[in-house]
């Protein structure tokens, strides 16, 4: 092996042989079952020497040392040719780390080498053929700096974060993840959150591009742009949309987990989404991407890193993102400047990050949402796609966020951890609204609708690792707090006028002083956590238990005095049980018990029990699943019930309570990795079965909720072309059935499907690697509703995506 560093042409050149391999899901990976992301080198050493049992089926030698290495939880490294076309039979019985790779490699002709902290390298002597160019070696680790590796085809990883719990391996994990990778989000031309999360069936933006902010779905839940997690802290989103230039992982959580980060502060509980920060790497990295987005939007991303200092410990990545141009919308232009820093440390016990970024956003003309008559018995047809049925609409948006993270090692067994960050945020925009009739037809105010909010978050804990009676237990104790002010101004245009969805009229003009946001509310979130993570039998069988006690403290002012007008507190507790069985390595079968919390609120002054103050309502969840790693494919199914309480004002007896319940079933199917070794593939399906159980008076039970469609499915494929090297294509369909619009089930918002297509070229240019890209999204310009609350907007319309990205 060289210590030469190779040039860039050799890198990309590794880079496609490392794709075609397959290394991304074979290689060892540096995480024993159950236990934390980074591996102790006494744990490992004491690992390397101790027997263990596997049951490692025959397949190519790949896949052996794969899931060897991941089970045995060692670090290899070699070339990609090295275990080209060679077959396993597999490995069973009792083996220590050595024994193993020797059986396995036995009459392969590969040496085993052993390296220290327990790694190894694997070569096989060869002939060089003059002009053959040999590869740089390729060193794969149990993690990239706390990234888990990704799973074969690289669209996913094999594992992520779990807040309180650690990041954990997806098939020791009792709950139903998915953990999207950097590949993932640029070879689809990622500009936001929402690009992301939509590549499983289970997950749907409840809003279009373009628009004011950017709301989901989860579960048929809808969980806000503000309980979006950075780094596993709340509250450092932006409330509106989160740029993908920032994002090295999205992790997305399907059910409620309060227990493992926290109630969020919009107390969302379908499931959560993590966005996890770009890091530097090992390879120095300068890349420059120019962009276009039709009609005619051009853009620029410059994203830098380094590492520096003894073993590379310290690492800085920057990414800087500017575009500017029309956009699909009617008379619609957007301005935007997104800039990302991070920083960070880690040594042998200490490791340490900082990040912040601030986005910058204006737009002119934006695509609008909304309401429709209660009269309706159906909803008109939605306008094109390009429409602007509110012109003269503004929105700017200002958003900067400084977080740090702090873990250390106090021994082998026992890690003190740390995090806390800042936000401040502000929106204008103008707001126009009118419910909208039969024939698209309503009466337009406009209004000016300002807003801001500022957040400090933090969390503390302590985990330790230990051994009772031969059962491995890690037990984490945790705290958090979160305190959030928020102020916004209202003023409307005191005037109405007459329009149509399809020929809309100019908005009304506001004649009103633009007003200067005021406090609205202050709330402080503050919770502790105890868990306890059991592993048997070489973590054959993991249990998961723990309760989070959670506060809430929140006082709403008045903007007309500024004057406290209400004030509320009130705590609960918030339990989970989780348990993983693998019957063989490769098989988990696994069941949860958890729930999430949503602020209880207090009785407003009409109802009959004014200002009765509620406590933190909870969501429960019972989830069964399983989930098989096949090698190349992992698949997964999961049946799960949610019940989600509501508040509502009888109408009988005046009374505001929290009797109202929502009843979401399901069955989620999914399928992940490479059919072969130039097809990947994403599918999943979900099927709902969602009925409102208790409603005021009794008038809607028994009725569909609203905005849950009876099923969805996602396929997304991603093909190498055999006849033109560096060439791949690309195809994803996203269908949703049809749903109701209302609680009393009188309209049906149409079910709807999108086609995308897409394509890139990887090459070389005078030493530089080149990547080309182009992507169409709503390919056949489907025009059609997208429901939030009591809200639609018309999706976007056929957009096309073009980029070229250089690495210098």
Not at 742 to 749: C, D, E, G, K, Q
Request: charged share 15%; glycine share 10%; hydrophobic share 35%.
């Amino acid at each position: 092996m060289s210590d030469a560093r190779p040039s860039a042409s050799q890198r990309h050149g590794c880079l496609r042989a490392v794709v075609s391999a397959r290394l991304a899901v074979h290689l060892a990976v540096g995480v024993t079952a159950g236990a934390p992301s980074l591996m102790w080198p006494q744990a490992a050493h004491a690992q390397a020497t101790q027997a263990r049992d596997y049951d490692i089926p025959a397949g190519t030698l790949e896949d052996a040392l794969g899931r060897f290495g991941r089970e045995a939880g060692i670090v290899l490294s070699f070339r990609p040719d090295v275990t080209a076309d060679l077959h396993s039979d597999g490995l069973r019985g009792s083996h220590t780390v050595r024994g193993g790779l020797d059986a396995l490699l036995e009459g392969s002709g590969i040496r085993v080498l052993p390296q220290s902290s327990d790694s190894y390298v694997l070569e096989r002597p060869r002939v060089m053929e003059i002009g053959t160019t040999q590869l740089p070696a390729v060193t794969v680790t149990g993690s990239d700096y706390g990234l888990s590796l990704a799973y074969a085809g690289g669209q996913i990883a094999r594992g992520g974060s779990l807040g309180v719990l650690d990041a954990s391996d997806v098939m020791d994990t009792p709950f139903s993840t998915i953990n999207y990778t950097a590949q993932t989000l640029e070879n689809q031309q990622a500009r936001t959150l929402a690009d992301v999360v939509i590549n499983d069936s289970s997950v749907r933006t409840l809003t279009a591009s373009g628009g004011f902010s950017e709301d989901f779905q989860i579960r048929g839940y809808a969980v806000s742009s503000g309980d979006v997690g950075l780094n596993g802290l709340y509250g450092l989103a932006s409330s509106s949309r989160m740029p993908a230039a920032m994002m090295e992982r999205v992790e997305v959580l399907k059910g409620p987990g309060t227990l493992m980060n926290g109630i969020g502060p919009d107390g969302s509980v379908g499931g959560g989404i993590n966005i996890v920060t770009k890091r530097a790497s090992d390879e120095p990295l300068t890349r420059l991407t120019a962009t276009y987005q039709d009609p005619s939007q051009l853009g620029s991303q410059l994203d830098m890193g380094r590492r520096f200092g003894g073993n590379n410990a310290w690492g800085i990545r920057f990414n800087g993102v500017y575009r500017n141009g029309a956009t699909a919308i009617d008379d619609g232009r957007q301005q935007q400047g997104v800039g990302v820093l991070a920083l960070d440390y880690g040594g042998q016990k200490l490791r340490w990050s900082l990040d912040a970024y601030t986005q910058h956003e204006t737009d002119q003309n934006v695509r609008p949402q909304v309401g429709f008559l209660s009269s309706l018995t159906s909803l008109p047809s939605p306008p094109s796609g390009h429409r602007n049925f509110f012109p003269g609409t503004q929105l700017k948006l200002d958003d900067s966020a400084v977080a740090t993270r702090l873990e250390y090692d106090i021994s082998d067994a026992i890690t003190v951890f740390g995090a806390a960050g800042y936000r401040y945020g502000r929106a204008e925009q103008t707001l126009p609204s009118g419910p909208v009739d039969q024939q698209g037809n309503f009466t337009a105010l406009n209004a000016y609708y300002d807003a801001y909010s500022r957040t400090k978050t933090g969390d503390v804990g302590i985990r330790a690792r230990f051994f009772t009676w031969g059962v491995k237990h890690t037990v984490s104790l945790g705290a958090t707090r979160l305190d959030q002010e928020t102020g916004n101004g209202y003023v409307t245009s005191g005037t109405t006028l007459s329009s149509n969805i399809y020929r809309p009229a100019r908005l009304p003009e506001i004649s009103a002083q633009r007003p200067s946001p005021v406090k609205a509310s202050n709330t402080e979130l503050s919770s502790y956590t105890l868990t306890d993570t059991l592993s048997f039998a070489d973590d054959r069988l993991i249990v998961i238990g723990g309760l989070r006690k959670q506060s809430v403290v929140a006082n709403n002012y008045s903007a007309a005095t500024g004057g406290l007008a209400s004030s509320y507190e009130d705590s609960a507790t918030s339990p989970l049980a989780g348990i993983v069985f693998k019957p063989v390595s490769n098989v988990s079968v696994y069941g949860n018990f958890t729930s999430g919390l949503t602020r209880g609120g207090m009785a407003p002054s009409t109802a009959a029990n004014a200002g009765q103050v509620f406590a933190p309502y909870k969501a429960k969840q019972y989830e069964a699943g399983v989930k098989v790693d096949w090698g190349q494919i992992l698949t997964s199914a999961s049946v799960f019930q949610i019940k989600q309480p509501n508040a509502v004002t009888d109408p009988a007896t005046n009374r505001y309570s929290v009797d109202d319940e929502q009843r979401n079933r399901g069955l989620e199917l999914a399928v992940y990795g490479e059919a072969t070794r130039s097809l990947r593939m994403m599918a999943s399906a979900t099927f709902y079965d969602a009925t409102l159980t208790r409603t005021a008076g009794g008038v809607n039970d028994g009725n569909a909720a609203s905005g849950v469609p009876k099923n969805t499915f996602n396929l997304g494929l991603d093909w190498d072309m055999p006849w033109v090297r560096g060439l791949s294509l690309s195809a994803r369909v996203i269908h949703t059935a049809s749903a109701y619009f209302n609680a009393s089930n009188t309209l049906t918002l149409p079910a709807w499907t999108r086609y995308d297509i897409g394509a890139r070229y990887s090459t070389g240019i005078l030493g530089h690697t080149v990547v080309l890209r182009a992507n169409v999204e709503n390919l056949f310009n489907k025009d059609y509703w997208l429901l939030s609350g009591n809200y639609a907007t018309v999706a976007a319309p056929r957009t096309v995506l073009l980029s070229a990205q250089i690495d210098f």
